[in-house]
Structure formats: C-alpha cells, structure tokens
C-alpha cells in the first residue's frame, strides 16, 4: 500500500501535480469563504446560488456531508473555525438519536462525517461515543435470513413495500461498523460488515461490474426475488452514482478487512466504470439511459474519482496508472467544465443529479462538493480517511 504522499510523488507526473495543487488551492479560497456565510445551517443544495438549510429537517441523509467537507477543510489548514463550525452539524445530529429519526441504514453517511471525523482529528469523547451510537444502531439492522443490512423501515402499502430492500448505497455505511469494531475490539460489527459486504458482491455485482442499486430479498427466508432501478433509469440499468457507491465502497472494505476478495469487486466495478467514461469525461446519470434527455450527475464522478484514487493506492504498480489517470480525467473535467470557483454560486460542483426519473435535474448538491474536495486533496497528500 502506498501513502498518498508517495501516489503523488511517484505516480503523477509534474503538470499533474501542478494541476491538482492549483484545484487544491481553488477549493480552500472557496470554502473558506463561503463558510462564512453559511454559519450554523446545513447545506443539502442552493436557491438562487446560495446554500440551503437543511437543519430543520435534521433526519435527511444528506447533514453530514457539509461538516465532511469543514473536516477535510481543517485537516489541510487546521484552521479552528472549520473545527467550530463541522461541530454544529455533529450536534444538531443528536436530534436524530433522540426523536429516533433518520435511523435508516445511512448512519455512516451522518456520523463518519461528522462525529467519527471529529473523534479520529481530536480524540472527543462524545464524538466518540455518537459515533459508537450509530454504529450500534446500524448493526441492529441486520437481516440474518439473507444476510444483508436492510436500506430503510416502514410496514407495507399498497404502494410500496420496502421491507426486504438492500441497496447498494450502504456499501458506503459498512466503515462505521469496521471503525467500532476496531475502537471496542468487538468483532461483530466487522462480521456485520463483511455479511453484507458479501452478499453484495453476488446479489448486487453483475459479471460485467456493472450493479444493481436494489435488491429486493424476503426477510424471513432471505431469498433473492427481485431488482428494482431505484435513483437508475430502468431496472437492470447502470445507475452511476451507484456504481461510484459500489466501486468506493468496496475498495473500503479491503482497507477496512484485508479480504482480498473485496479489492476484485472494487477492480471489476472500476473496470466497467472506465470503459464507460464517455469521451468528454462527464457522466450521465445512468450508463444505460437513452441519448435524450442526457441528464449529467457530477456527483457520481467525484465519487468514482474518490475510488479510483484509493484503488491506485493499493494494487501493484503496474496496475496504478489504469485507476490514478482514470480519476485525473474525471476530475479535470469537472474542474474546466463542471466547477464554480467564485462567489456567483455558494457550491463548487454544478451539474449533479439526485435520481433519473426526478422533476429536477442538473443542480448542486452538497456531497458532489465534499467527495470532489476528498477527490482532489487526495491527489495531493492529504491522506485524512472519512469513511
Ligand atoms: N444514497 C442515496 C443517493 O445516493 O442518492
């Protein structure tokens, strides 16, 4: 495994790094002043150019994100304020835990971000036992018959039922459990992990590396019986952003685990992924939508970018350049066609998409800004790991 120092002084060439250094530094000019408009809200996106607030509705999967984002930005400058500021998000979580809202399977997505990022940057105890919290609660959502951890709650309707519904988003939650696993020495959030981590790998992974973004499982024999596109085009399609969660998603599961296993499910997905980049480096909200409405999702790009530049660090070097200039392409094309670096707009990403088939598509969501900040400060060394 290489640090992210040496990718960048051994696997970059110089214009490269020169580039990545200048987006760096783009980013921080950025953050650093919007910050200090946002004060105590909550991004999820922007009205009229300027960030939301989503604090008022405390259980969205998205409020961590934001405090993600003010970490990374401490942990480049140590700059005090972002700690500050990451800590308002943390607190304004609590509320999840209380009410008991928002106690879906996205507990990494709420509280690596934020509670763990702080524990891990200053060793806070109340971060530490937030973060213990989640993690406890998220186990507690295993379906042992199927062994998959189930996405969300609520009895069936004639609408919808979701009751046996994994998806593969929460490839991205799975840290949390490696993370309070190692902090208690308790090995079952770790075993809950790699269940669900492995029946991932055959009921949600294709053969060609392309995924699936639900897997409808009965949860009380745990047999597979169904797919559904989800946030895709169609079922059976290639929703992007998915396969960024997958490709992300396992890659940290081989951090996390050691099973090597996990790092072939990460190559295949990121094998599909590149061969799907189209040519402008953009990527469509689904590898498999019809030619119009094209619609783009920069998210899924800085997602995927955030992947590859893990898979890099941890195949031999002849594999390294496959999965380190697959990210640079994508996010050059984000950083000259994509991104906002002045102040006519609060967020960085333009472009992201939240689900195909949404009335509103194409604007800013505030993770296509944090994991394209994770994407880029990787590139330069900051080896600061959220998830
Ligand atoms: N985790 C939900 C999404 O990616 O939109």
């Known amino acids: 495994m290489l640090s992210l120092k040496e990718l960048n002084q051994q696997f970059m060439n110089q214009a490269d790094r ?10 921080k000019n950025k953050v ?25 509705r405390i259980e969205w999967w998205c409020n961590g994100f934001w405090s993600g984002l003010l970490w990374l ?4 400058t140590r700059d005090e304020r972002y700690l500050e500021q990451a800590r308002i998000s943390e607190a304004a979580l609590d509320a999840c835990f209380r009410d008991f809202v928002g106690m879906d399977h996205d507990a990494g997505f709420r509280w690596l971000p934020t509670a763990v990022s702080d524990y891990r940057l200053t060793g806070n105890e109340a971060s530490r036992r937030r973060g213990l919290l989640a993690a406890t609660i998220l186990a507690g959502r295993y379906n042992p018959a199927g062994e998959f951890i189930r996405a969300w709650d609520g009895l069936p309707t004639a609408e919808r039922n979701n009751v046996g519904w994994g998806i593969i988003d929460c490839m991205m939650n799975l840290p949390i459990l490696y993370w309070a696993s190692e902090e208690t020495q308790d090995p079952r959030f770790r075993e809950i992990a790699m269940k669900h981590a492995d029946t991932v790998s055959w009921a949600f992974v294709r053969p060609d590396g392309s995924c ?14 169904a797919i559904h596109g989800g946030q895709g085009y169609a079922d059976g399609s290639s929703w992007t952003r998915g396969q960024a969660w997958g490709l992300y998603g396992f890659v940290l599961s081989y951090i996390h685990s050691g099973k090597e296993a996990y790092l072939d499910t990460a190559k295949r997905i990121a094998h599909y992924f590149i061969a799907n980049i189209p040519e402008s ?5 689904d590898f498999r939508q019809p030619a119009e409405p094209d619609w783009e999702d920069s998210t899924a790009s800085a997602i995927a970018s955030c992947g590859l530049i893990e898979l890099a660090r941890h195949v031999p070097d002849g594999e390294r350049h496959l999965y380190l200039q697959a990210a640079i392409k994508l996010l050059k094309a984000l950083d000259r066609d994509r991104c906002c670096y002045d102040l006519s707009n609060d967020a960085i990403v333009q472009k992201c998409t939240a689900a195909y088939h949404d009335k509103e598509h194409e604007f800013n969501i505030i993770y296509g800004d944090s994991y394209y900040a994770e994407a880029i400060f990787k590139l330069t060394g900051n080896d600061f790991l959220i998830w």
């Not at 480096?281 to 909200?285: A, K, L, R, S």
């Open 18 to 27: 020169e580039w990545a250094s200048r987006t760096a530094a783009a980013i």
């Open 32 to 56: 650093s002043a919007v910050s200090l408009t946002v004060g105590s809200a909550i991004p999820y996106s922007t009205v009229n150019g300027r960030f939301d607030d989503w604090s008022d």
């Open 73 to 76: 930005m401490y942990t480049e």
């Open 212 to 225: 699936e973004h639900i897997v409808e499982f009965d949860p009380f024999s745990g047999e597979k019986v």
């Open 281 to 285: 480096g953009h990527i469509p909200v």
